[in-house]
């Protein structure tokens, strides 16, 4: 029960930041469009109805149903996968973006986005969770292999 209720935590937090900082972006960032921070960073609200780099622009309806399969898949596959570890910290991390991603999907019709880079796509707390839990799994996963 106790290993539970951490992975209900951290997925509680996850989102929950996620949540609050979109929360701030939609407050502060909508009306003004971009705050510069440094020369090459600067927080710019972005709509975004497709998926990363702007794939799949004005295809929300998809990128919902995608989003379960692959929630559903995740949780089926880790049944198979040890506890803790890389594999633990990476499931928890995909699958807190993808809810708070697949959150602003259902409530706004679009993925709210505002960590601006300038070389790169604008982003989001979910996204980078996403993208640090896919390499937390290749690794646990890799690992996995080489101890078969």
Not at 19 to 48: D, G
Not at 49 to 76: K, M, P
């Amino acid at each position: 029960m106790r290993s539970f209720l951490w992975r209900a935590g951290a997925l509680g937090a996850i989102v929950g930041v996620d949540r609050l900082t979109k929360i701030w972006a939609l407050r502060q960032l909508a009306p003004r469009m971009f705050i510069p921070v440094l020369p090459f960073f600067r927080l710019t609200y972005v709509e975004n109805t497709g998926a990363a780099f702007g794939i799949g622009h004005r295809q929300n309806a998809f990128f919902i149903g995608l989003t379960v399969i692959l929630l559903g898949g995740l949780a089926f596959l880790r049944r198979r996968w040890p506890r803790g570890g890389w594999l633990e910290a990476g499931f928890l991390l995909v699958v807190g973006g993808a809810v708070g991603n697949l959150y602003d999907r259902c409530a706004y019709g679009y993925v709210v986005d505002f960590l601006d880079f300038r070389i790169w796509p604008v982003f989001n707390v979910a996204d980078s969770c996403i993208t640090v839990g896919a390499c937390c799994l290749a690794w646990g996963l890799s690992r996995l292999e080489k101890n078969a």
